[in-house]
């Protein structure tokens, strides 16, 4: 994080205070950590659908594989189930590759907070220090 928010969580947070009606908090503090819960919460589910969408090719390939092989004998037809799932696991692919390109992204969850704050307290840095960068 570098002690600086990253554009798009400058953007979250605009949205959130947006959103949020005045006399929810009491000061700026409580805002902070209120939206910090948030992104919390929005890494987790994005890293989770990250990891489900690079997951899912591998799978579906190895049901289809599996597939193959669960055809009864003396069977010279595949249900339409079977080409379903491989036309799922065929499509699967490219989402998969995507998702594996896709980062995550910076997020201001508590802990960075905490660090700020800590760092802020110590006194290490000067008085403008804060979460964005001055131009």
Known sequence: MSGYLDIRSLERLEDFVGRSSRSSFGN????IDAFATTERSRQT????????????????????IGSIYSQPFGAVH????????????GASV???????????G??????????????????AGDSSSGFCRRQ
């Not at 589910?45 to 289809?64: D, E, N, Q, Y």
């Not at 490219?94 to 995550?104: D, H, K, N, R, T």
Request: charged fraction near 20%; include cysteine; glycine fraction near 6%.
């Open 78 to 89: 595949y249900s339409w189930l079977h080409w379903l799932l491989w036309c799922c696991a």
């Open 94 to 104: 490219p989402l998969s590759v995507m998702a594996y390109g896709y980062e995550v």
């Open 45 to 64: 589910l994005v890293g989770l659908m990250r990891a489900v969408a690079i997951g899912l090719a591998p799978t579906l390939i190895a049901c289809s």
């Open 106 to 123: 910076e997020h201001l969850t508590p802990d960075k907070v905490e660090k700020w704050r800590s760092r802020r307290e110590q006194g």
């Open 28 to 31: 700026l503090n409580d805002m």
